[in-house]
């Protein structure tokens, strides 16, 4: 079965959906995405997804595509459609065809995509054993709050960490600090076993996995930080991990190629994947 997507108001096989040479989102990167997991038929925190994209619509001053009703009903008979279990399901808006100039269009209206794909989760010997990430410098823009479709650093960061033999890039601002992974959020449980992740702000996305995973530590009385913290403290935590859409909680084993703690998963980070895969199996099968 050809997998379907859907494209400025029609339902079509991947092969024939199409959009214009001069959609901006194409020549300028000017539109706004997002990545929600279907796992085991649930697609999970839409509502937050939903909440982010129509935040990253309003800050880049991009129409809606449709109402949030419209939206759900179109993203559902979509996943419908392609029948997954497991998957992400990935939809963008850009603010539509126009000309090529800079200023924004006037009239030009918003153009809407959505595709599914199987997901790649992480492999059990991952989940076991853990990742690795190597610390670059961030040369991003200061809003990385807005899910832009201008990823082009994030593309940079990846490929050096893959060079690297690394899973994900951690990302070094000015003072020495990790902001996040180039399509991850950072989590350190410190030498003193503090939880800390980046404050959200401008300086990273703030993670819909990031967010369930806060609220989950929330509801355990598990105390966490929610603040900048150093390479070097990151270098000398006892446990590290990640956290996104894709790869839920993933524990992280190495920073440049020196072991964290034990060079083992941790109990923090495996307790918080545990809780994460549970609350995610509460959510509702979509009908
Ligand atoms: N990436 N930080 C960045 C820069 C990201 O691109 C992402 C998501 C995250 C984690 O956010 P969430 O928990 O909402 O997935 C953090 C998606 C999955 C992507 O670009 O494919």
Redesign the pocket.
């Known amino acids: 079965m050809p997998r379907i997507a859907y494209v400025n108001g029609r339902y079509l096989p991947l092969a024939q959906a199409q959009v214009h040479i001069e959609d901006r989102g194409y020549q300028f990167a000017d539109g706004v995405?997002?990545?929600v997991?279907l796992y085991r038929g649930r697609l999970l925190d839409e509502e937050p997804?939903l909440d982010?994209f129509a935040y990253s619509l309003r800050e880049l001053e991009i129409a809606p595509p449709m109402s949030r009703a419209a939206l759900k009903l179109v993203l559902h008979e979509l996943v419908r459609c392609n029948a997954m279990s497991d998957a992400?399901l990935?939809f963008q808006a850009t603010r539509g065809v126009a000309p090529r100039d800079h200023k924004f269009p006037a009239g030009a209206k918003t153009a809407f995509v959505a595709t599914m794909r199987r997901s790649r989760p992480p492999s059990a010997a991952q989940i076991e054993q853990g990742v690795s990430v190597v610390t670059m410098p961030d040369i991003r823009w200061e809003r990385?709050d807005i899910?832009s479709i201008s990823?082009l650093p994030?593309l940079l960061a990846k490929q050096k960490a893959a060079a690297a033999g690394a899973f994900e890039a951690w990302l070094v601002d000015d003072d020495d600090r990790i902001t996040?992974?180039?399509?991850?959020?950072a989590w350190i449980v410190t030498s003193d076993g503090k939880l800390v992740t980046h404050d959200a702000g401008a300086a990273?996305?703030?993670?819909?996995?990031?967010?369930?995973v806060i609220k989950l530590v929330e509801s355990r009385g598990i105390t966490f930080e929610q603040r900048a913290f150093s390479r070097d403290e990151a270098m000398h935590a006892r446990e590290a991990f990640l956290?996104?859409?894709?790869s839920f909680v993933l524990p992280i084993t190495r920073i440049d190629g020196k072991p964290v703690g034990e060079g083992r998963p941790g109990p923090v980070t495996r307790q918080l994947r545990e809780i994460y895969v549970t609350a995610a199996l509460e959510t509702p099968i979509l009908a």
């Open positions: 995405y997002e990545v997991p997804h982010r992400l990935y990385c899910k990823l994030n996040e992974g180039s399509s991850t959020n990273i996305l703030n993670g819909i996995t990031r967010q369930r956290s996104s859409s894709s």
